[in-house]
């Protein structure tokens, strides 16, 4: 069974940086896509990054510029490098995979707080 394991998360000062790290279990097939929703307290879950398994990137604009992702296929992994890290960027991320046939994986999140 696919699972997902995120790391990388932690407490950061406001324009500092973070790098998360999501390793599949399992390989799937391509085409598939990769990414990153993250949730704020009270908030619903939002979209902010997603990556083709042919390397296309996909930002929400709130993170455009700032944020980072890539894909390792070897290694199962992506990835999120945030830069500029804001107030407003404080949330539960979630890494999210999703294999040819539409089936959506989830991992079971990390969090990540940014001090102003």
């Known amino acids: 069974q696919m699972q997902l394991v995120e790391s990388g998360g932690g407490l950061v000062q406001a324009g500092g940086s973070l790098r998360l790290s999501c390793a599949a279990s399992?390989?799937?097939?391509?085409?598939?896509?990769k990414g990153w929703y993250r949730q704020a307290p009270g908030k619903q879950r939002e979209l902010v990054a997603t990556i083709s398994s042919g390397g296309s990137p996909n930002y929400a604009d709130s993170v455009m510029g700032r944020f980072t992702i890539s894909r390792d296929n070897a290694k199962n992994t992506v990835y999120l490098q945030m830069d500029s890290l804001k107030a407003e960027d404080t949330a539960a991320y979630y890494c999210?995979?999703?294999?040819?046939?539409?089936?959506?994986?989830w991992g079971q999140g990390t969090q990540v707080t940014v001090s102003s």
């Open positions: 399992m390989t799937i097939a391509t085409p598939n896509t």
């Open positions: 999210v995979h999703v294999d040819r046939l539409g089936i959506i994986y």
